[in-house]
């Protein structure tokens, strides 16, 4: 038994949702930084202002997989996700661009984000679900291409309204009314596409798909474990807990004394001490046989993931880290770099954030287009080899951007923007075509979950360092973290090389 071959329209239909997930998120990108800094934040504190929109998703994405994948309604397995997501992301979308102060701006990026991880994680396992193995690729291209338009068209939401006439400038503490705008288009393009989804798009039973997976010639090899063997895993859970938790102590303390940037402390409390606890919490309850839960799931599952998702990691960390930069710095970048100012309120920063704009919106719709290009690439070469390509053409773009005097259509808008837009396409596919032939019907929705670690982890491990790198030895120029970006990107891409793809998977049990 085999799951049906969908036509070019019903997988169009499957992946239109992607089109309202990415305008969120392309708002939220290109937009966010405009807003803090214009609601009084400084350039170094706005790292850490993004800090609580990646650790949501390193918590929501994993349990959103887990429940989805044990979830089945009338409304069927993922769809209860994108549609919950959906009016959630949406109602922050109308709010955010009305935050009076930076807290509750602050706290929308928090809700909105959030809101768009319900969404998101679910349409990837929708796709694993839906598809043969051979459509696979194409869905997640399909997936890429709406993510490109949806992106280029809210990029560009700010420069339309100016065009059409609305105020794009507005006095101190204030968000201009051309950014207020495209937030309340966005939020219902949001809302409507990934219903268009939801009432066009058919699931498979859980029964149907326990089918399918007696035919899938991936061999997957469940490891069954004792209540000896959980014990003993929950000692090594105690002592790396304890010994996390006293890495997390120290380097508080050296943050402390030597009064470094607060935003360490994100990587020392947040990551450190927060995963030390949760290890800690997990030995305990191993030690204790409680072992039936989802939290000793997630814990052990994270430890013993497949093989392939280990060699993903490191890619997805160093790829992430540098968009996580190109997204917190561009705007900060263009404006002082390039236009030479840090004032709000002057019509040189706002015509240089509107052009930021255009950029995302540029390098948006060449991911569109290379997200059809690169399969065919991947089928005469391999898919490693042509993210490698991929990742470096990106690499080299966001590092031009250093090399830019003059903030000219081509030079700025286009030249960097074509290889950051044939990274941005490959990342959103290739690792995760890769992927999801090698993981289980039944933990397709948890395993891309905790994908997704390896997606927040480097976001937060930007959001901490990024700040105090700038400030300490680049004298407070983000056009240095495009540099560091660049060269975080290159890195994944040497080490996308090195990937090993293998038949045989081990499923923890």
């Known amino acids: 038994m085999e799951k049906r071959k969908l036509s070019f329209?019903?997988?169009?239909?499957?992946?239109?949702?992607?089109?309202?997930?990415?305008?969120?998120?392309?708002?939220?990108?290109s937009n966010v930084s405009r807003i803090f800094q214009t609601l009084g934040a400084n350039i170094d504190d706005i790292p850490i202002l993004w800090v609580a929109a990646p650790m949501t998703g390193l918590i929501i994405q994993p349990i959103i997989g887990y429940f989805s994948d044990r979830t089945w309604t009338k409304l069927g397995r993922r769809k209860p996700y994108f549609l919950a997501g959906a009016i959630l992301a949406s109602a922050a979308l109308f709010i955010m661009p009305n935050s009076p102060v930076l807290w509750i701006a602050a706290g929308m990026l928090w809700i909105m984000d959030a809101s768009i991880n319900v969404s998101m994680e679910p349409f990837r396992a929708f796709v694993g679900d839906n598809l043969p193995e051979k459509q696979r690729t194409l869905g997640f291209a399909m997936q890429s291409f709406f993510i490109g338009i949806g992106a280029y068209f809210a990029s560009k939401l700010p420069l339309i309204f100016t065009h059409f006439g609305v105020e794009n400038t507005a006095p101190l503490g204030v968000i201009p009314d051309s950014v207020k705008y495209s937030f309340y288009?966005?939020?219902?393009?949001?809302?409507?596409?990934?219903?268009?989804?939801?009432?066009?798009?058919?699931?498979?039973?859980?029964?149907?798909?326990?089918a399918f997976e007696q035919h899938k010639e991936t061999t997957f090899t469940k490891e069954e474990h004792t209540a000896d063997w959980f014990i003993t895993n929950g000692k090594s859970h105690l002592s790396k807990g304890i010994l996390f938790l006293i890495v997390s102590v120290l380097f508080s303390a050296l943050i402390y004394n030597y009064d470094l940037k607060k935003d360490l402390y994100?990587?020392?409390?947040?990551?450190?001490g927060l995963g030390g606890l949760a290890m800690l919490v997990s030995g305990i309850m191993q030690k204790?046989?409680?072992?039936?839960?989802?939290?000793?799931t997630i814990m052990n599952d994270f430890q013993f993931m497949p093989k392939i998702m280990k060699q993903l990691a490191w890619v997805q960390f160093f790829s992430w880290f540098a968009l996580f930069s190109m997204w917190i710095y561009t705007t900060l970048a263009v404006t002082q770099h390039i236009y030479g100012t840090t004032d709000t309120t002057s019509e040189a920063y706002n015509t240089g954030a509107n052009q930021v704009g255009e950029m995302f919106a540029n390098y948006n719709l060449i991911a569109a287009i290379a997200a059809f290009l690169l399969p065919l690439l991947a089928k005469y070469t391999s898919t490693k080899f042509t993210h490698f390509i991929a990742l470096v053409c990106g690499g080299l773009g966001?590092?031009?951007?250093?090399?830019?005097?003059?903030?000219?259509?081509?030079?700025?808008?286009?030249?960097?923007?074509?290889?950051?837009?044939?990274?941005?396409?490959?990342?959103?596919?290739?690792?995760?075509?890769?992927?999801?032939?090698?993981?289980?019907?039944?933990?397709?929705g948890y395993y891309m979950g905790v994908f997704n670690f390896f997606i927040?982890?480097?976001?937060?491990?930007?959001?901490?360092?990024l700040g105090f790198l700038i400030s300490q030895f680049f004298n407070s120029e983000p056009i240095y973290a495009l540099l560091i970006g660049g060269a975080s990107m290159i890195l994944a891409g040497i080490i996308a090389l090195t990937i090993n793809d293998e038949s045989k998977i081990i499923i923890n049990e």
Do not use: C, D, R
């Open 456 to 465: 927040v982890i480097p976001q937060l491990v930007a959001a901490s360092i």
């Open 288 to 296: 204790n046989n409680s072992t039936n839960n989802g939290f000793v």
């Open 185 to 210: 288009f966005g939020g219902i393009v949001f809302i409507v596409t990934v219903l268009w989804t939801v009432i066009t798009s058919k699931e498979y039973s859980p029964e149907e798909l326990a």
């Open 9 to 29: 329209w019903q997988i169009w239909n499957m992946s239109f949702g992607f089109l309202g997930i990415q305008m969120g998120f392309a708002l939220q990108n």
């Open 398 to 444: 966001l590092i031009s951007m250093y090399f830019i005097q003059e903030p000219t259509a081509f030079m700025m808008e286009w030249l960097p923007m074509i290889g950051i837009g044939i990274a941005w396409a490959s990342i959103l596919s290739i690792p995760y075509a890769m992927l999801s032939g090698s993981l289980p019907s039944n933990k397709m």
């Open 266 to 272: 994100v990587l020392s409390l947040g990551l450190i």
